[in-house]
Nanobody, 124 residues
Framework: QVKVVESGGGLVQPGGSLRLSCAASADSGGTLDINAVQWYRQTPGNQRELVASIMSGGSTNYADSVKNRFTISGELALDMVYLQMNSLQPGDTAVYYC???????????????WGQGTQVTVSS
């Protein structure tokens, strides 16, 4: 099994910044073959929205709503991934989730593991 833990959420004023972290680890203590990590966010009554993603080769993608404000980055193995959020707006208020996809058996299978989420609240 794989454990995914988000941290870094909190309350921030509009225009402020936060950095979220996503740490992935194997319960066995072994090395993970991580293919991709994605940040999603969700508000009550709505579906989870993909915010940003990073692939093992380093390519990144962003939702239009966060382009030029959010930056996703990570360690080489993607076992630690960050989401730097600048110029935060009330509309960014949500629970942010990290989803880590690992390759199994040399890539024959893929499995995605989710964290419990971290609350981000943007309010004056």
């Amino acid at each position: 099994q794989v454990k995914v833990v988000e941290s870094g959420g909190g309350l921030v004023q509009p225009g402020g910044s936060l950095r979220l972290s996503c740490a992935a680890s194997a319960d066995s203590g072994g090395t993970l073959d991580i293919n991709a990590v994605q940040w999603y966010r969700q508000t009550p009554g709505n579906q989870r929205e993909l915010v940003a993603s990073i692939m093992s080769g380093g390519s990144t993608n962003y939702a239009d709503s966060v382009k030029n404000r959010f930056t996703i980055s990570g360690e080489l193995a993607l076992d630690m991934v960050y989401l730097q959020m600048n110029s935060l707006q009330p509309g960014d208020t949500a629970v942010y989730y990290c989803a880590t996809t690992i390759l199994i058996a040399g890539g024959v299978w893929r499995k995605t593991f989710w964290g419990q989420g971290t609350q981000v609240t943007v309010s004056s």
